[in-house]
């Protein structure tokens, strides 16, 4: 299993977050708002999902979902880490605000003492990779540390996106580093796997059924 970083305690944050440390990662969320913080050790979530509150309270107690505003926490030793912050429409021409996004890469980068893949899941611009990256590099205290950051838009609905994280239909995954492109990949492997294994069992029911259904109509004559 994995260490997994968050950053990011909103819809995709917490959702994500959650869903990988049920899978047996050990995850850390980072939210910099200490009230927010506060709330979710105390098993208060900042949003409603079907599913997501008792999930959370079982890997809170299993000692594999954790919750801090300290980068450093976050960060340590973990291998993976995903940038899922708010990025709200901004006031040129209706774009992304990144502002967050370029937050977070900074107070990576300020911690960052370890070799590490940082994947960009906040709803953002083609090209942002880039951005994450320039940003990292510049302000990376240990420039001999080596990093990647790859893209990994997310799809989750609200009201279903436990469910959707659970039962993914495509995982789409971008950088120019193919190796780390993959290795994240293996994260939403078991998973996927899972969900094509349930939809081919439900394919094969249901052309069961269907011959089923044909058969006893033929009887029925």
């Not at 927010?36 to 900042?46: F, H, V």
């Not at 980068?109 to 590490?116: N, R, T």
């Not at 436990?162 to 193919?178: C, E, I, K, T, Y």
């Not at 998973?191 to 069992?201: A, F, G, N, P, V």
């Amino acid at each position: 299993m994995s260490t997994i970083c968050v950053i990011g305690t909103g819809y995709v944050g917490l959702v994500t977050g959650t869903c990988f440390s049920d899978m047996g990662n050990q995850v850390t969320c980072v939210d910099i708002i200490p009230e927010k913080i506060e709330r979710l050790k105390q098993g208060i979530l900042p949003i409603y999902e079907p599913g997501l509150e008792e999930m959370v309270a079982r890997n809170v107690h299993a000692g594999r979902l954790h919750f801090t505003t300290s980068y450093s926490e976050g960060l340590d030793n973990c291998d993976f880490i995903f940038i899922a912050v708010n990025t709200p429409t901004g006031s040129s021409q209706g774009g992304a605000d990144m502002r967050y996004v370029e937050s977070a890469a900074r107070g990576i980068a300020q911690e960052l003492d370890h070799q590490a893949l940082i994947i960009n899941k906040s709803t953002v611009p083609v090209g942002s990779g880039d951005v994450v990256s320039r940003i990292i590099r510049k302000n990376l205290k240990r420039p001999e540390v080596h990093f990647a950051v790859i893209s990994n838009p997310e799809f989750l609905r609200e009201g279903s996106a436990v469910q959707d994280f659970q039962n993914p239909d495509r995982v789409v995954l971008g950088s120019s580093d193919q190796e780390a492109a993959r290795k994240v990949a293996t994260l939403y492997l078991p998973r996927y796997l899972l969900s094509m294994k349930l939809r081919r069992s439900a394919n094969a029911w249901e052309r069961t059924s269907k011959r089923l259904r044909r058969e006893w109509a033929t009887i029925s004559e």
